[in-house]
């Protein structure tokens, strides 16, 4: 007894649910200058007129035995009936934003239903920065701009291919016009280098519009800095001794010059005096003469202390007492064997020397 009230509910139920309009999709977003298309379909054979609104606007009326009845050039309508199921799918060509709104389909003394039709706008997304370079470990900074869309872009990042958390980004939406411009600031400490990508998303989008750079990061520079502050520093030491090496050698090389030319000079002299006392001077070899030349090299190191090394051991051999000789007689006379006018010294000399 109690199944047959279920049953009358359950048959009331079916009868109602069999008797049902049934449009879909529910809710469509399409983009602008894109179809919208929505299906109207019932079981019942006993309509006659199927009208299409759009925001309570008739539009399109479809009758079960001449079809489309106004054909306006953007509003259309397919016949899909099958086999106990009357199907008309509506079509909206070329939708406009200012054509979001309901669209109902109403069978006549059966039923209607509503649906919904968002007409969106997909823009541009820009990650502003282009490729960057960041030091590693320091705070990256990118930003993502996206122009021109409808509604507000979903924005998000992706790092290497991974989603990034929320946590790292900023993001912020101003209205321009009908349509809106959303910025997002990304901020992560770079580890290593990357593909970062920012994605817009508008429901009506099937993939989100991308943009991506690519993030190369370089070691920290207090390391990097101490590398160049160490190749400065070595190549200026570097240099500044090479510099120094070559004054010295210069400076090296002068002197040598200088004190040979000299040292040739005194043995110069000394050989033509040898020469002229072996020949002028008879009797015994003057043992103690020396050139006036290399005694001044002795009597005066002030002057010529670098030529001293090379004649010390002539200087050594010969007891050096009594000569005096200045400079002046010297020039004068430099060889004193040849007599002359000579000095009181040099006088003194050869008598002192003679005997
Ligand atoms: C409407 O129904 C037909 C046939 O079942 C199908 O091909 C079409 O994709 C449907 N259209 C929509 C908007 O669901
Ligand atoms: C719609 O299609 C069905 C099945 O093909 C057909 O029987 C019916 O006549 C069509 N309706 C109109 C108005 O063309
Ligand atoms: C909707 O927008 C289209 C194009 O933007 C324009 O031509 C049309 O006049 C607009 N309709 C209304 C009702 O504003
Ligand atoms: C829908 O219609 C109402 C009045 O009929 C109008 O004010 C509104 O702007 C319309 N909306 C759209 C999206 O066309
Ligand atoms: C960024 O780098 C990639 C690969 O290194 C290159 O293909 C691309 O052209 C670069 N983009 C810009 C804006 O320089
Ligand atoms: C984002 O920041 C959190 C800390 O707030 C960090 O744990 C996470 O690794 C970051 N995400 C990415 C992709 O780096
Ligand atoms: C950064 O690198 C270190 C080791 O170099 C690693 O342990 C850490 O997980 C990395 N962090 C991120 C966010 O990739």
């Not at 008739?58 to 086999?83: C, M, P, Q, W």
């Not at 669209?103 to 997909?122: F, G, H, P």
């Not at 990061?217 to 001794?241: G, H, K, M, N």
């Amino acid at each position: 007894m109690d199944i047959l009230p279920l049953a009358l509910i359950l048959l009331a139920a079916f009868g109602g649910v069999i008797n049902q309009v049934h449009l879909e999709p529910k809710y469509a977003a399409v983009l602008r200058g894109s179809d919208a298309r929505f299906n109207c379909s019932l079981s019942q054979p006993d309509w006659v007129v199927m009208s299409w609104l759009l925001n309570n606007s008739l539009v399109l009326t479809i009758s079960k035995v001449h079809g489309v009845l106004e054909n306006n050039n953007r509003f259309n309508a397919t016949n899909y009936t099958t086999d106990g199921d009357y199907k008309w799918e509506f079509v909206l060509k070329n939708s406009q934003l200012n054509e979001s709104s309901e669209v109902t389909c109403a069978v006549q003394n059966i039923d209607r239903k509503i649906a919904i039709l968002t007409v969106q706008e997909s823009g541009s997304v820009t990650i502003t920065s282009g490729n960057l370079t960041v030091v590693r470990n320091q705070p990256a900074t990118i930003h993502c701009r996206a122009l021109n869309w409808f509604p507000a872009p979903n924005l998000t990042w992706t790092w290497d291919g991974m989603p990034v958390s929320e946590d790292n980004y900023s993001i912020s939406t101003v209205a321009a016009g009908e349509l809106f411009n959303t910025v997002s600031t990304l901020r992560l400490l770079a580890n290593s280098s990357a593909r970062v990508e920012c994605q817009a998303k508008v429901p009506a989008l099937a993939e989100p519009e991308s943009s991506t750079i690519f993030l190369t990061v370089v070691p920290e520079p207090p390391e990097q800095d101490q590398t160049v502050l160490i190749a400065v520093v070595v190549s200026v030491v570097a240099v500044a001794v090479l510099v120094l090496l070559i004054i010295g050698i210069i400076f090296c090389y002068r002197r040598r010059a200088a004190e040979s030319s000299y040292a040739d000079e005194v043995r110069k002299k000394r050989t033509l005096s040898e020469a002229n006392a072996s020949e002028g001077v008879q009797g015994r070899e003057n043992m103690a003469y020396l050139p006036d030349g290399r005694k001044q090299a002795v009597a005066d190191p002030s002057e010529f202390n670098g030529s001293v090394s090379a004649d010390s051991a002539h200087a050594s051999e010969m007891p050096d007492a009594i000569f005096t000789s200045t400079h002046a007689a010297q020039e004068q006379n430099p060889s004193p064997v040849m007599g002359g006018p000579g000095t009181l010294e040099n006088r003194k000399h050869r008598l002192a020397t003679i005997v």
